[in-house]
């Protein structure tokens, strides 16, 4: 994650430790929302994504596990689930994100959290929202979820409905994120950027405004699952993107606005970040260099600071490499799969030098970026060490002396 508004406009949240080995000022969360801080990046345990269902009420276009509103057989069960909340705990992950499918559709999934809150793990909430009524939304602040993110693909009802397969979905998805505000729930927005997206991101964020909404995260595509067919976005469209991302993070700031703002899956919008403040003689650049690098970018993401495990237990080195498993949870601890090295492709995420490829083996900020997604560059090209080509900086831009 690229969180633009801590490393632009200098925002504290209680997450800016764990990312960036530093606070900008002191806050004191709430217990349940601190994550647990490493003394570097490398030394980080992952944050997991535990598909808790392959089953979902809805089918969108860029769902990465091609969900559907079926029955999937062979799901861990909750005997599974709570043998493995057991080790996550033992092995001091600093959160564990419950996603799917759509994880509300798991009759047990409150009591997975409920267990997982019993082990202090910090429990974070993937969902489309549809499914949130006002007692759901209070059975998630009781239980002290740290965070709840529902997904919107539109400012538009007709368009997040189209791309969410089902009619009615907009109004659904809004009505759940409303009763999270009214009780209480910390909750904010995940948006997948698109072609079709960023033709209306000063609309996504005026409706942002307009619904005070405190939190968004804008996600790069990775084109897995169902999303393989949609299009990618360019190198000018995804620039232009940033700046409005930017600009728009700049003005909540400016207004006094506490917004958080990021960016997930392209870790090249650190070092553009980094550019645009060095140009505009931004009096922080130079600290966020240093964060940025602290950070490592994906040198410290898929494989080693992010873990997926699908809704069947297998292991995965992030959610959008589902086409490649480590181990199953039922058959060997995850913290036993997580560590072993034996496996090149695991062994090559723990440390990626003179792995990488193209452009990116080149790039002078291939220590900062650690050369981006590596699922995106083996779902488009095949080779698990190639450039990822989500990369929109210039040859000019990268070219040059470390840094």
Not at 103 to 108: H, N
Not at 303 to 317: L, W
Not at 389 to 401: K, N, Q, R, V
Request: proline share 4%; net charge neutral.
């Amino acid at each position: 994650m690229i969180d633009i508004s801590v490393l632009y406009c200098g925002l504290e949240t209680p997450s800016t430790p764990h990312r960036y080995g530093r606070a900008i000022t002191q806050i004191d969360p709430p217990e349940h929302q601190r994550m647990a801080v490493a003394k570097s990046a490398k030394e980080r345990r992952p944050i997991v994504v535990w598909n808790i269902t392959r089953t979902c009420n809805l089918k969108c276009l860029h769902c990465y596990t091609s969900s559907e509103a079926m029955k999937y057989p062979d799901e861990l069960s909750l005997e599974d689930g709570k043998a493995l909340i057991d080790d996550l705990a033992d092995y001091k992950v600093p959160a564990l994100l419950l996603s799917g499918g759509e994880p509300l559709v798991r009759p047990d999934v409150f009591e997975l959290a409920e267990y997982a809150r019993s082990k202090k793990l910090h429990v974070v909430l993937s969902t489309n929202g549809t499914l949130i009524d006002r007692e759901t939304a209070q059975r998630l602040k009781d239980l002290k979820f740290a965070y709840v993110g529902i997904s919107l693909d539109s400012a538009h009802a007709k368009i997040h409905d189209e791309f969410r397969g089902m009619e009615g979905a907009f109004k659904r998805t809004m009505q759940g994120f409303r009763h999270c505000v009214d009780v209480g729930q910390k909750v904010g927005l995940r948006l997948t950027l698109t072609p079709h997206t960023c033709g209306d991101l000063d609309g996504i964020f005026d409706f942002i405004d307009q619904e005070g909404i405190n939190r968004a995260c804008f996600y790069h595509l990775c084109p897995a699952g169902r999303g393989e067919g949609l299009a990618a976005m360019d190198a000018q469209t995804s620039r232009d993107a940033m700046d409005v991302l930017i600009r728009r993070t700049k003005k909540f700031h400016d207004e006094g606005k506490r917004v958080e703002i990021l960016t997930v899956d392209n870790h090249c919008d650190g070092p553009y970040l980094y550019l645009k403040m060095k140009a505009e003689n931004h009096p922080r650049a130079d600290q966020v260099l240093e964060m940025l690098k602290w950070n490592g970018g994906a040198k410290y993401s898929s494989g080693v600071g992010i873990a997926d495990i699908d809704f069947f237990g297998n292991v995965h080195a992030d959610q959008f490499s589902m086409y490649r498993t480590f181990g199953n949870v039922k058959k060997r601890k995850f913290s036993e799969i997580w560590q072993d090295t034996s496996d090149p492709i695991m062994a090559g995420l723990k440390d990626r030098s003179g792995k990488i490829e193209g452009r990116c083996a080149g790039c002078r900020f291939r220590e900062i970026c650690g050369g981006s997604l590596r699922a995106r560059a083996e779902i488009s090209t095949g080779n698990p060490w190639a450039e990822d080509p989500g990369c929109y900086l210039s040859d000019e831009e990268i070219a040059g002396e470390l840094v």
